[in-house]
T-cell receptor
Framework: TQLLEQSPQFLSIQEGENLTVYCNSS?????LQWYRQEPGEGPVLLVT?????EVKKLKRLTFQFGDARKDSSLHITAAQPGDTGLYLC?????????????FGSGTKLNVKP | GAVVSQHPSWVICKSGTSVKIECRSL??????MFWYRQFPKQSLMLMAT?????????EQGVEKDKFLINHASLTLSTLTVTSAHPEDSSFYIC???????????FGNGTRLTVT
């Protein structure tokens, strides 16, 4: 079941531009993670956010967790071709015996040199 | 650390045969492993969750008799696609987790093509 909506689905920009992608849920997150996936490979974890209102920075990437813990955003400053990939948010739901991770619909980013 | 190895990386099989995919955590013990399926240009769909030594929990709509999961040890889980059909062709990805609330570590996926 796809509980997470990501927008935009596709984004093609020029090198040096800024961008923001969004992840929204109808449910409150236990935690939320952002991943980047390149074709033919598994996703690679970028960040985990847990606390409402939390902001984390990873070089040119800024991740924000909504106060109500139902949405998150990823902002990239001065995008580079190496940022190209599929960006996925993943939500964990409260466990019974263990956490489950459900992924958003994804944002495919293409940064042109 | 936290390396997950998935094997094979790609496989082509004939319709009606079975295919086994292995997922190993190389440098940590994985209390939980997850199996995902990904169609081209789409996101990851959770198929099942498995804990070592217990039966896997399948997501709604996933046939447990078709996708057999065995979590034999804290470092190995296998997914067997039984009696494969062309519609089973997809990218299958496993992930492993050290413990509750810890992040997922993914394998590099297995591209299955059923002819």
């Amino acid at each position: 079941t796809q509980l997470l909506e990501q927008s935009p689905q596709f984004l093609s920009i020029q090198e040096g531009e800024n961008l923001t992608v969004y992840c929204n849920s109808s449910s409150v997150f236990s935690s939320l993670q952002w991943y980047r996936q390149e074709p033919g490979e598994g996703p690679v974890l970028l960040v985990t956010v847990v606390t409402g209102g939390e902001v984390k920075k990873l070089k040119r990437l800024t991740f924000q967790f909504g106060d109500a813990r139902k949405d998150s955003s990823l902002h990239i400053t001065a995008a580079q071709p190496g940022d190209t990939g599929l960006y996925l948010c993943a939500q964990t739901l409260p466990p019974r015996n263990f956490n489950k991770f459900y992924f958003g619909s994804g944002t495919k980013l293409n940064v042109k040199p | 650390g936290a390396v997950v190895s998935q094997h094979p990386s790609w496989v082509i099989c004939k319709s009606g045969t079975s295919v086994k995919i292995e997922c190993r955590s190389l440098d940590f013990q994985a209390t939980t492993m997850f199996w995902y399926r990904q169609f081209p240009k789409q996101s990851l769909m959770l198929m099942a969750t498995s804990n070592e030594g217990s039966k896997a929990t399948y997501e709604q709509g996933v046939e447990k008799d078709k996708f057999l999961i065995n979590h034999a040890s804290l470092t190995l889980s296998t997914l067997t696609v039984t009696s494969a059909h062309p519609e089973d062709s997809s990218f299958y990805i496993c992930s492993a987790q050290r413990g509750d609330n810890s992040p997922l570590h993914f394998g590099n996926g297995t591209r299955l093509t059923v002819t």
